[in-house]
């Protein structure tokens, strides 16, 4: 069996009212598929898949982050079986105005129903679900991080940074990591946790065998308390409605606090000492509570509390969660 690496995209639209992507038909074949090519020498996968996206469509596609999404299957050329992996990333069409290829004989928009139909590989038809899926989610969190980033402007007497700090990571992911609120360095570049307790995070969920890339990562507050003081009561107030909603979009297995003030402001559980590492659930949704990194940042010898609170989770989630 020979093996060959692909990469492409799932092209999207907004039209009247509907989400549509955009399928392809190849010369000389009666089905469907997505923009896709081989992954040539020297290039990554994303560069592959904006290269064969644009010369296939003619479209200028801006891709939509962390998305990806793997498809393996099987066919044959002669009488060679191939097997095909291909990796498809996510995006969106700034026009519709389609140039399809020489290897292609026309084009269709497809809302979810019709796209489903027309895939040709059946292996393929979880991966559009998927695309579907998530880009809706994506739409949902943009529409909510843009309202929760004029809040400042709204509140008399704010005393936090203007500087929104949006959560991230996949927003279908399985786990989601919620602290405290940015620190200095999240506020600068609009990122959470990319300083030294970003960095502890990172190391940790290395070493329990969690991808960073894979969990969604966001705070009960999401502007800097001014020299990294704790947020108020009144300021988590103003800010847990915005949070609750991105659980609702996200809707991961398992929510993870770091640390006492996101965990008590939002199920009512504190004493990270006592309650680290069991799994709490209220309606419907999994919660657990361990560390924050800046507390083992302080003291080493927590690090391994909070590998074991998290090796653990991974455990229950492949068993039972």
Known sequence: MRAERSAGAFVFRWHNGNFELLLLKRLNEKHYDLPKGHIE????EEQAAKRET??????????IPPFRQAVSYTFHNGKTRVRKSVVYFLAWATNDRVTTSKEHKGYKWCAYKEAVQKVHYKDSVPAVN????????AQKMY???QE???LPGQVRDWNLSRNFVPGEGP?????MFIGQAPGANEDTQ??????????LLTKVLTDVGIDRSTVYISSVV?????KNRAPTPKEIELCRGFLMRQIDIVRPRVVVFLGNISSQNVIGVGEVRKNHGRIITKNGVHYMLTLHPAAVLRNNHLYATMAADLRNLVGRIKQTL
């Open 41 to 44: 020498k020297g290039e990554t």
């Open 54 to 63: 644009l010369e296939e469509t003619g479209l200028k596609v801006s891709f």
């Open 130 to 137: 998927r695309a579907f899926d998530y880009i809706a989610r």
């Open 143 to 145: 529409a909510l991080n």
């Open 148 to 150: 929760y980033a004029r």
């Open 171 to 175: 927003v279908d992911a399985k786990v």
């Open 190 to 199: 609009r990122r959470p946790f990319i300083g030294r307790s970003g960095q």
């Open 222 to 226: 999401q502007f800097f308390p001014p």
